[in-house]
C-alpha cells in the first residue's frame, strides 16, 4: 500500500524527520520500499494570485499574465488553458529550485521577459501526470511558502505486508503500529460531528440479508439532498498524493475513509434501487451485472451480490454496479459499510478476474468493530463536502460485530520460548501498546484481543508480538537444545522409497505430473476401438481444456515430458513416475492404482571415452523392469511373455511380466512409430508401467539367509541352435526347470547369426553354473545334467547343440 508521511502525522505526533522512523517499522517485520520525498528541493515556490490573463502578442497558445505574490505583482508567460483571474496558484519565483531544475532564470519567451513560472502538479513533483496548472484553494494565503501551506515535503512510501497484516492497509493503522512501538499514543484529528435530522432512515429503506455467513454484519446510513460536486482541495490532495485520481465529493469521502481506516464503504444513488430495497444475497445462475469499470459479468449462485428489489446492483466486497452508480444528478445516497466472509470475496475477485482496493481488504480481514465508526466517518464527511442531511439512525443486520476474543496468556512460557527473560510487567505493556486488554490472574493473564488484528488467535501469536516488540535482534543466538532421535520412515513409504530408488540408480529423473489428460489421449496412443481406457472417467468441470480426463496410464504425462525436454536440444531424456492411475470399472466407477511409470528415449545414459555414445534400445527397458521387479516383489515367481502388448507398442517388441496367479505386474515395449510422431518424437522410444499393488502383493514375505557355499561351483558353456521361433526366456526356462537343485545360475553370454547357421536359426551360448550345498560335483555328475538339459531342449524345441 502506499502511504504517505503527512497524513500518518495527522494522528501520530512525531518529531524529527518521517524517514527516521521507517527502520523502526523494517525492524518489527514490515517491509518497506519505494521511499519518495515529495515536494523535496522545493524552494522559492510560492502561493500566488492570477490578476490579468491576456493573449500573448507573439504566440496563439500562450498567455501573458500578472501574477500578485502579495508584494509585487510579476508579469508571466504561462502555455496552460485552465488559468483565469482571481485564481490561486503555486508561483516559483526566479532563483526558485524544483525537481529536476536547479535554479530557475528569468526568460524571455517569444520576446516577452518571463518573471517566474505557474506549475502544475507534475513540475511540484507531486504527480506522475498533469493537466494544467495547479490550483489552490481560494482561502490559500498570498505570498505564503508552498511547502508549508501544502505540508511538505512528504515522505511517500510503499509497505509490502504479509496476508496476515490487514490491520496495516490504512493510515490510521501504521500510526497505530508506530505509536505501539515509539510509546506514542495515535489520535484522530478533530472530527466533523454527525448531525441527524428528519424522518428515521429504517422507514424509508429495506434490508434483507439472506446469507448471514458471507455477510456476517451490513449497515447503511440515508442521506438527502447531497450536492455532488468536485471535492474541497484538502481531500483531493490526499487521494492524489497517492496516486489516486478524484472522481466527486461523495465518492471521494468513500476513498478517504478506505485509505484512513481500511474499511471499504460503498455508496447507491438510492432513487435508483428499485423498491428502496436492499437484499444481500447469492446470485441467481445467468444474472448479470454491468460493472463501474465498463465490464458486464455472468454470474452464479458463488457470487455474493447486493441487489435491490429485482436485480444485482454491487458485487459484495468487490465492486459496485454501474446501474446505482452516484453522478452529478444524484441527490439522495444510500451509504454502505458491511463485513463480508473474506474467502467468499477472494472466489469471486479470482473468478470474475477483478482485484480492487476493497476486495484486498476484504480478503484480509476487516475490523469488525470499527464498522460503524467507518460509517459514521464518512456520513458526516459527506454532510460536510456535499451538504444535505442525514436521517435519523442506522439501518442494520439482524447480527452485529461480533465480540472480541480472549486468550489465555503465560509470561513464563513467552520466555521459555523466546529463550529470553522479561519481566510479566514488560510483556503486559508490550501487548497493551498493540491494543491488548490485559487481566493478570496469577501467573497467567486473561488477553482480550484488538479487534483489527485478525491474526491474533492464540498465546503463541502473542508471544510473537512481545518477540517483534522487544525487538528481534535482542533474540538470543544460540539455538535451544534439540533432542534427536532416530527418524523411522513410516510403513506407507517404505515401498514407495524402494520404487524410487530403482529407478533412480538407473539414472532416470523422477517426473510429476497432474492426473489429467487431454480428451484425445486415447487417439494419440492410437488405442483401438473398446480399448478399456477410452472409457477413462471425463470431469464435469476441469481446470483446463486439456486436463479433462482422469488418466487411467502414465504414459502420456511421460511422452509429454520426453518430448519438451527433447525439444530444447537433448540427446536423450529418461523419466520416471510414481502415482495414481484412474481406471474405469463397469458402471462407471473408477479404481485407484497405484504405478510407476518410465520412458526411455534418444540417446542412452552415461556414455563416455569408455562407453562410446549409443541409443537405448529394447534390452535397457528389460533391463530396468527386471532390476525394478527384483527391487519390488522380491522373491517373487516371474514369467515374462514377448510380443503380447498391442498399441501404444510395436509389434512384437513388447512384454508383460506374470506373477503368482498370473497376476499382471509389469507391462511395456517400444513405442509405435505412430504414437511417437503423434507425440513430435523422432528418437527412439520405450516405456514401461509397473502395479506397484500387485508387486508388493507378490513378494514373499520374510528374509530367506542363505550360508556362503563351502565347495566348488562346476560351469559349462552350451552353444545351441535355436529356432527363431523360440525366445531366450523359453530356453532359460527350461534350462533352468530341467537342470535341477544344483543348477544355480544360467547366463547368456553371446548371440550369433550369420554363416554356417541353417535359415530361421541362430545361435545362443549359455554359461551354466552347477554346485551342491553338501559336496564337491564330479565331472560325471555335471555331464549327466548338461546331457539331460540338451536332450530336453531338442526334443521340446527342436535345439540342436552347435
Known amino acids: 500500500m502506499q502511504a504517505s508521511s503527512r497524513w500518518i502525522l495527522d494522528y501520530l505526533p512525531l518529531k524529527g524527520p518521517f524517514k527516521e522512523v521507517l527502520p523502526k517499522l523494517v525492524a518489527a517485520g514490515i517491509e518497506v520500499g519505494n521511499v519518495q520525498e515529495a515536494g523535496a528541493g522545493l524552494s522559492k515556490v510560492i502561493v500566488a494570485q492570477l490578476m490579468e490573463v491576456a493573449k500573448h502578442p507573439q504566440a496563439d497558445r500562450l498567455s501573458l499574465t500578472k501574477v500578485s505574490t502579495g508584494s509585487e505583482t510579476l508579469q508571466v508567460v504561462c502555455g496552460a488553458k485552465n488559468i483565469a483571474p482571481g485564481q490561486k496558484v503555486p508561483l516559483a519565483l526566479v532563483g526558485a529550485s524544483l525537481p529536476g531544475l536547479d535554479r530557475l ?149 468513500t476513498n478517504f475513509i478506505l485509505f484512513e481506516l481500511g474499511q471499504p464503504l460503498h455508496t447507491f ?40 428489489s429485482r436485480k444485482p446492483v454491487a458485487l459484495a466486497g468487490v465492486m459496485g454496479g454501474s446501474q446505482s452508480m452516484v453522478s452529478a444528478g444524484t441527490k439522495n445516497i444510500l451509504l454502505e459499510a458491511a463485513l463480508f466472509q473474506p474467502g467468499l470475496v477472494r472466489r469471486t475477485a479470482r473468478r470474475l478476474g477483478i482485484s480492487t482496493d476493497s476486495s484486498y481488504r476484504f480478503e484480509r480481514g476487516i475490523d469488525h468493530a470499527g464498522v460503524l465508526r467507518a460509517l459514521d466517518r464518512a456520513a458526516a464527511l459527506i454532510q460536510q463536502v456535499a451538504g444535505g442531511e442525514i436521517l435519523k439512525g442506522i439501518v442494520l443486520s439482524e447480527s ?40 493478570p490472574e496469577g501467573e497467567t493473564a486473561q488477553v482480550t484481543l484488538p479487534t483489527w488484528r485478525v491474526d491474533l488467535n492464540a498465546e503463541i501469536d502473542l508471544i510473537e508480538e512481545v518477540a517483534r516488540m522487544n525487538g528481534y535482534d535482542r533474540l538470543p543466538l544460540t539455538a535451544p537444545p534439540i533432542r534427536v532421535s532416530p527418524s523411522k520412515l513410516p510403513e506407507v513409504q517404505r515401498p514407495l522409497r524402494s520404487a524410487r530408488r530403482a529407478f533412480q540408480r538407473h539414472g532416470l529423473t523422477e517426473a510429476v505430473n497432474t492426473s489429467f489428460l487431454p480428451p484425445d489421449f486415447a487417439d494419440r496412443l492410437k488405442l483401438p476401438p473398446g480399448h478399456p481406457f477410452r472409457s477413462a472417467h471425463v470431469l464435469v468441470n476441469p481446470i483446463a481444456e486439456d486436463q479433462a480426463v482422469m488418466r487411467p496410464t502414465l504414459v502420456p504425462s511421460l511422452l509429454a515430458n520426453v518430448k519438451l525436454n527433447l525439444s530444447f536440444q537433448q540427446d536423450g531424456a529418461a523419466f520416471f513416475e510414481v502415482n495414481k492411475a484412474f481406471l474405469p ?205 540338451v536332450d530336453t531342449l531338442q526334443k521340446r524345441y527342436a535345439v540342436a547343440l552347435r
Open 105 to 253: 532564470e528569468m526568460a524571455k519567451i517569444r520576446g516577452v521577459e518571463s518573471f517566474g513560472m505557474m506549475c502544475s502538479a507534475k513540475e511540484l513533483g507531486l504527480a506522475a501526470d498533469a493537466d494544467g496548472i495547479y490550483l489552490l484553494p481560494e482561502d490559500a494565503p498570498v505570498g505564503a511558502d508552498l511547502k508549508d501551506y501544502l505540508g511538505l515535503p512528504d515522505t511517500l512510501f510503499e509497505v509490502e505486508l504479509t496476508p496476515n497484516r490487514a490491520d496495516l492497509l490504512s493510515h490510521y493503522g501504521l500510526a497505530r503500529e508506530l505509536g505501539a512501538l515509539l510509546k506514542l499514543e495515535p489520535k484522530f484529528p478533530a472530527e466533523p460531528k454527525l448531525v441527524e435530522n428528519g424522518a428515521e432512515a429504517s422507514l424509508k429503506v429495506g434490508l434483507r440479508v439472506e446469507d448471514p455467513t458471507g455477510c456476517p454484519f451490513y449497515s447503511c446510513r440515508l442521506l438527502e439532498g447531497i450536492q455532488v460536486g468536485p471535492s474541497p482541495r484538502w481531500l483531493k490532495e490526499k487521494l492524489e498524493r497517492l496516486g489516486q485520481k478524484s472522481i466527486n465529493n461523495v465518492v471521494d469521502v
Open 400 to 439: 452485529g460485530p461480533l465480540e472480541p476474543k480472549t486468550v489465555v496468556f503465560r509470561p513464563a512460557r513467552c520466555n521459555k520460548v523466546l529463550g529470553i527473560q522479561l519481566s510479566a510487567e514488560a510483556q503486559y505493556g508490550f501487548l497493551a501498546a498493540l491494543g491488548c486488554r490485559i487481566l
Open 585 to 789: 470399472q463397469p458402471g462407471g466407477t473408477l479404481t485407484e492404482r497405484l504405478q510407476v511409470g518410465a520412458v526411455l528415449a534418444g540417446a542412452a545414459a552415461g556414455t563416455g571415452w569408455e562407453n562410446p555414445s549409443r541409443n537405448v534400445d529394447f534390452f535397457d527397458l528389460k533391463g530396468l523392469a527386471a532390476d525394478a521387479l527384483a527391487e519390488l516383489a522380491p522373491g517373487a515367481a516371474l514369467a515374462w511373455e514377448y510380443g503380447q502388448e498391442g498399441f501404444p507398442y510395436r509389434t512384437g517388441v513388447s512384454f508383460r511380466v506374470l506373477g503368482p496367479g498370473n497376476t499382471l505386474l509389469a507391462w511395456g515395449g517400444e513405442l509405435d512409430p505412430k504414437v511417437k510422431k503423434a507425440y513430435d518424437i523422432a528418437q527412439e522410444c520405450f516405456a514401461v508401467e509397473v502395479n506397484l499393488e500387485a508387486c508388493w502383493a507378490a513378494a514373499r514375505k520374510g528374509v530367506t539367509v542363505t550360508p556362503l557355499p563351502k565347495f566348488p561351483e562346476a560351469r559349462r558353456d552350451l552353444a545351441l541352435v535355436v529356432p527363431d521361433e523360440r525366445s531366450n526366456a523359453e530356453i532359460e526356462s527350461l534350462i533352468r526347470e530341467t537342470g535341477g537343485p544344483s543348477l544355480v545360475e544360467t547366463v547368456l553370454f553371446d548371440l550369433y547369426r550369420g554363416k554356417n547357421l541353417p535359415e530361421g536359426r541362430r545361435s545362443l551360448a549359455y554359461r551354466l553354473s552347477f554346485q551342491s550345498p553338501d559336496r564337491t560335483l564330479t565331472d560325471a555328475e555335471v555331464a549327466e545334467q548338461v546331457e539331460r538339459i
Open 269 to 308: 444513488d438510492f432513487d435508483l434501487l428499485e423498491g428502496h430495497q436492499i437484499v444481500v444475497r447469492r446470485a441467481k445462475s445467468g444474472e448479470r451485472i454491468p460493472l463501474l469499470d465498463g465490464t458486464e459479468k455472468e454470474l452464479n449462485p458463488d457470487v455474493l451480490v447486493i441487489a435491490d
